[in-house]
């Protein structure tokens, strides 16, 4: 298992093997992420700033596989566009076509499995840490495994955003006759301006549905090994600021 945990100047993972060996590394962000991190105000679509924060985090093999499933979605929306316009002219277009909705339930229900079974246990233990050190500045084990896991700035606050967002996108795209792609980047700008002058935490229905979907699939208490992982990759993250005097 793996956790990470940022701050403004450093990401500090800590990894947990199979015979329960905890090993940790920190890494400083690059100069551009340090820059918009310490700079909100700066001029810059939210949606642009965020892409930059995720591959700046990110590993080259995180990054290709992030690019081949945005490859795959935009094959599936040229696929619906060229159908619609001419017709499917192949079997593969005719199967994309006719099961496009089908393929994307499979991958999302395969994708909360997989959360479920093997990530919302170390989702935990990161969300107690951070929360620990937030409220008391505490690194105790103890106090750590006091917390909930439940964490109303987790980023399942934008789960119903992104959904309601896909579904307007769409009917926006075949009402008007427009790329849904760009369509759904801007509903994205919208939806994180929206986080940043109110917070989709302090909006009822967004919380609710947030608090459920950690509740049932994204997060559960972690065991000792994940608290031990989390309170690991916490105090190497701070002590990487105490070095600096951050």
């Given at each position: 298992?793996?956790?990470?945990?940022?701050?403004?100047?450093?990401?500090?993972?800590?990894?947990?093997?199979?015979?329960?060996?905890?090993?940790?590394?920190?890494?400083?962000?690059?100069?551009?992420?340090?820059?918009?991190?310490?700079?909100?105000?700066?001029?810059?679509?939210?949606?642009l700033r965020?892409?930059?924060?995720?591959?700046?985090?990110?590993?080259?093999?995180?990054?290709?596989?992030?690019?081949?499933?945005?490859?795959?979605?935009?094959?599936?929306?040229?696929?619906?566009?060229?159908?619609?316009?001419?017709?499917?002219?192949?079997?593969?277009?005719?199967?994309?076509?006719?099961?496009?909705?089908?393929?994307?339930?499979?991958?999302?229900?395969?994708?909360?499995?997989?959360?479920?079974?093997?990530?919302?246990?170390?989702?935990?233990?990161?969300h107690m840490?951070?929360?620990?050190?937030?409220?008391?500045?505490?690194?105790?084990?103890?106090?750590?495994?006091?917390?909930?896991?439940?964490?109303?700035?987790?980023?399942?606050?934008?789960?119903?955003?992104?959904?309601?967002?896909?579904?307007?996108?769409?009917?926006?795209?075949?009402?008007?006759?427009?790329?849904?792609?760009?369509?759904?980047?801007?509903?994205?700008?919208?939806?994180?301006?929206?986080?940043?002058?109110?917070?989709?935490?302090?909006?009822?229905?967004?919380?609710?549905?947030?608090?459920?979907?950690?509740?049932?699939?994204?997060?559960?208490?972690?065991?000792?090994?994940?608290?031990?992982?989390?309170?690991?990759?916490?105090?190497?993250?701070?002590?990487?600021?105490?070095?600096?005097?951050?």
């Amino acid at each position: 298992g793996r956790i990470s945990i940022l701050s403004n100047e450093f990401t500090s993972t800590a990894r947990s093997d199979k015979d329960g060996e905890i090993t940790c590394t920190v890494k400083r962000h690059s100069f551009l992420s340090r820059f918009l991190y310490n700079n909100k105000r700066f001029p810059m679509p939210l949606l642009l700033r965020f892409a930059l924060f995720l591959v700046d985090s990110m590993k080259r093999a995180e990054i290709i596989g992030l690019c081949g499933v945005l490859g795959f979605v935009v094959l599936l929306e040229k696929t619906h566009a060229k159908s619609t316009n001419s017709g499917p002219d192949s079997p593969i277009y005719v199967f994309l076509y006719q099961n496009w909705w089908i393929i994307y339930a499979v991958i999302l229900v395969v994708s909360l499995a997989y959360i479920r079974r093997f990530v919302a246990a170390w989702h935990g233990a990161e969300h107690m840490a951070i929360a620990t050190y937030e409220r008391t500045g505490s690194t105790d084990i103890q106090v750590i495994e006091g917390e909930s896991p439940i964490n109303d700035l987790c980023g399942g606050r934008f789960s119903l955003p992104l959904i309601t967002g896909a579904i307007i996108a769409v009917l926006v795209a075949e009402s008007f006759g427009v790329n849904e792609v760009i369509v759904f980047l801007v509903i994205l700008e919208c939806m994180f301006w929206v986080d940043k002058l109110k917070g989709w935490d302090k909006i009822p229905i967004a919380s609710h549905a947030s608090r459920f979907l950690q509740e049932r699939i994204t997060t559960r208490h972690p065991g000792i090994q994940e608290l031990r992982t989390a309170r690991r990759a916490l105090m190497t993250l701070v002590a990487a600021h105490e070095r600096t005097g951050g």
